[in-house]
């Protein structure tokens, strides 16, 4: 089978998705970039709490079928377009994430309400719609990532990209995490946002106590 352990990784990171409640039946796609400039990205119609390696489809830059005996996710446009225009995108993860969906559909930004919301890029754009599986909406989406390696998706969902597959999901869990603290601050009052200074200071602090590496002495 070729590419076999990015096929495992990919069924891997549907299933850990699908555990987290991130993602419903056939409800979203992901992918990870491969070498001899492949992509092994999930099939369309495919249900994450069940897929297997073996499931996955293999495409090339362009978009065709070069292994798999299923189609390609109906968001290959997508994928391919991140690969293209992002710097550093070695995977792509999108979900309809419940908490990320819905606020995709009343604001224009997820403010920076908390600071580990900076692995996000900072506030989280939302994507223009466009109908699924069109090359517009994978414009909107790619587009909008130029900012950070999070956004959500008008009315749709969430999208997310990181160098490697753990790194995307990771991004993926963080984002809905984000969505809900927001969400869940908003029903209280306006929530505060953190200013550009606050978050600079953060930067700092990390960089100078090298927060959250293991120390070696």
Known sequence: MKLAAEREAVAGACRR?????????????VSVR???????????GGVFEELEADQMTVVDRAGEVVDGRHAPTSEISLHLLAYERLEGAGAVVHTHAPMATALSCVVDEVPAVHYSMLLLGGAVPVADYATFGTEELARNVVSALEQGPAALMRSHGATTYGHDLDQAVELAQLLEWACTVYWRASMIGQPAVLTR?????????????????LSEA
Do not use: C, F, M
Not at 197 to 213: C, F, I, T
């Open 197 to 213: 200074e606050q978050l600079e200071d953060v930067v700092k602090v990390v960089q100078e106590r090298s927060y959250g590496r």
């Open 17 to 29: 998705l699908a555990a987290d409640g991130l993602v419903i039946q056939t409800a979203g796609n």
């Open 34 to 44: 491969a070498e001899d400039d492949l992509v092994v990205v999930t099939p369309t």
